[in-house]
């Protein structure tokens, strides 16, 4: 019997009613997911929060209490009768302590105002090489002090890109530190500009440090998110390094890519687009990183 090209009204109902049953299942599996996610997001979140409030307090109260301490004594230099070196010392470590904390309001007033969406930045022709190279030598320092070495390659054809020079010298800072902080004593870090396919620039900034789990990435590009945090806190921070940095990079047109083994090291990739791109980077424009991985 013919039944025509859409079948007997029979096995039509048959259909419709296994098409309806399809879309419920479906619609039920998407809310599941939907609700799962959520829950996850929100658990990240209460956990962060509290790792935050634990961890904030240290990082204000720290350089506070350096402040009141050393001011107090240096109000007292005469009836202590301290020696010039003396005075000079505490000076210095009030210095410090101070400079320390305008730091961390400041990344916590950066953070809020990227939040809000109000954050602008400058788009300038700049020149990735001298960037690169101003923000690795303000660390030589503190790489000598750490024990770890700083080597560069940079490519000899790397094009001009438009950002914000103070902008990309804060992410290239907030990535490097995070490396010698991360390097145990003896530790290499490598950073490596080259050309981007799109004519863009790709800053490779790897380190033999002690590297998280892949799950971790995501807590330490959340803000105030920072891996084994609830552990011994040999390690200072407020966890906004790394989430400004991504920010940054993403108002550049820009993309961050992370890959990290434990006890390995750890590799970041920031991608800037060329000078004349109207879009983004595009995730394939970033190369493999391969030393982590491989
Ligand atoms: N190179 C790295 N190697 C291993 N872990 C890292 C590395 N970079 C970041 N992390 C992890 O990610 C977390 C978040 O990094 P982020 O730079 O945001 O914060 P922080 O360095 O702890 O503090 P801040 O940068 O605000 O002073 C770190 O606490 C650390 O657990
Ligand atoms: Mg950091």
Redesign the pocket.
């Known amino acids: 019997m013919y039944t025509g090209a859409f079948g007997t009204s029979k096995s039509n109902s048959l259909m419709n009613e296994y098409a309806s049953l399809l879309g419920d299942a479906v619609l039920r599996h998407r809310a599941r997911v939907a609700e799962q996610s959520a829950r996850i997001e929100a658990e990240l979140a209460s956990k962060v929060k509290s790792e935050f409030i634990a961890n904030m307090s240290h990082?204000l109260r720290t350089p506070l209490n350096t402040v009141i301490g050393f001011s107090k004594l240096l109000a007292e230099h005469q009836r202590r009768n301290l020696p010039d070196a003396e005075i000079v010392e505490y000076a210095v470590l009030i210095n410090d302590a101070a400079g320390h904390l305008l730091?961390?309001i400041n990344?916590i007033l950066d953070i809020s105002k990227i939040q809000s969406g109000k954050y602008t930045i400058d788009s300038r022709e700049v020149s990735i090489e001298e960037i690169l190279i101003a923000s690795i030598n303000s660390f030589r320092l503190i790489a000598k002090e750490a024990d770890v070495t700083i080597g560069k390659t940079i490519a000899y054809d790397l094009p001009v890109v438009r950002g914000d020079a103070v902008k990309l010298r804060q992410i290239f800072t907030?990535?490097l530190?995070?490396?010698i902080?991360?390097?145990p004593r003896g530790g290499a870090i490598d950073v490596e500009a080259l050309r981007a396919h799109d004519g863009g620039v790709t800053v490779l900034?790897r380190?033999s440090?002690?590297?998280?789990n892949p799950e971790?990435?995501s807590?330490?590009?959340t803000?105030?998110?920072?891996?084994?945090?609830g552990k011994a806190r040999w390690?200072?921070?407020?966890?906004?390094?790394?989430?400004?940095?991504k920010a940054l990079i993403e108002l550049h047109g820009g993309l961050i890519e992370?890959r990290?083994r434990k006890d390995v090291?750890?590799e970041?990739a920031i991608a800037l687009p060329s000078r004349n791109s109207v879009s983004p980077v595009d995730h394939h424009d970033l190369p493999d990183l391969r030393s982590i991985n491989s």
Do not use: H, Y
């Open positions: 990082e730091s961390v990344d907030n990535v530190s995070n490396a902080k991360f390097t900034i380190d440090g002690v590297g998280m971790d990435i807590v330490a590009l803000p105030f998110g920072q891996v084994d945090a390690r200072e921070g407020t966890g906004l390094g790394l989430p400004i940095a992370i990290s090291g750890t970041v």
